[in-house]
């Protein structure tokens, strides 16, 4: 099975078949999904500019959609090795009981879901690497009321989501799944209930 750099090298190849450079930049995101495959998927189409079914897109545009990847991917990848170097300072230190910060990124090592999105064409616009950098702000601070990718403090609780947890606090502006860590009580019990946040 092809790693993500290998499959990277594919994408960029111009001796390879375009059917295959597609199909490369496809099975990347089974190493490394933000939002989910389809949801992943459809943002780089949308970003790079071709669509998600478009079988034979302009090459640079795939280059484009491969480097906005590999720039999140590089994100994701220098936090859970912060992560795991405090989880091993923590565990030399006597703290054995992680929290539910470290309940949340068991979930989503690797990167798959980190800020998932159930709906596959309902997801934020920025750039990937920037959703990451405010969603790992947001988990190394107090937790607060809003989506901490996109501002929002329009949160519903949704149920059966295709992802674990499968229930949780949704952003209705951006769409993703908002982790429980970033969130006070206050936001999630409002959430629950269905009612907003209002904050002065």
Avoid at 98 to 124: E, K, M, Q
Avoid at 147 to 155: F, I, M, N, Q
């Amino acid at each position: 099975m092809a790693g993500f750099r290998s499959l990277a090298r594919q994408v960029r190849d111009p001796r390879c078949d375009l059917a295959l450079r597609r199909y490369s930049l496809r099975k990347c995101l089974e190493r490394f999904a933000p939002y989910g495959h389809r949801a992943t998927w459809d943002h780089l189409c949308s970003r790079a500019g071709f669509g998600p079914e478009d079988r034979s897109p302009d090459p640079a545009r795939l280059v484009a959609a491969l480097e906005e990847l590999e720039a999140a991917r590089s994100v994701w990848l220098a936090y859970e090795a912060e992560f795991a170097e405090r989880r091993r300072k923590e565990k030399h230190d006597g703290l054995r009981r992680p929290g539910s910060v470290d309940d949340w990124h068991r979930l989503t090592w690797g990167g798959f879901g980190v800020a998932w999105c159930d709906d596959p064409r309902v997801h934020p616009h920025a750039p990937l690497a920037e959703v990451l950098r405010g969603l790992i702000s947001a988990l190394e601070r107090e937790p607060g009321t809003e989506c901490p990718v996109c501002g929002g403090e329009r949160l519903v609780w949704r149920y059966e989501l295709d992802h674990e947890p499968s229930a949780g606090p949704v952003c209705t502006d951006c769409g993703i799944l908002v982790p429980r860590p970033v969130l006070t009580p206050e936001a999630l019990a409002n959430a629950r209930r269905g009612r907003l946040l209002v904050t002065a």
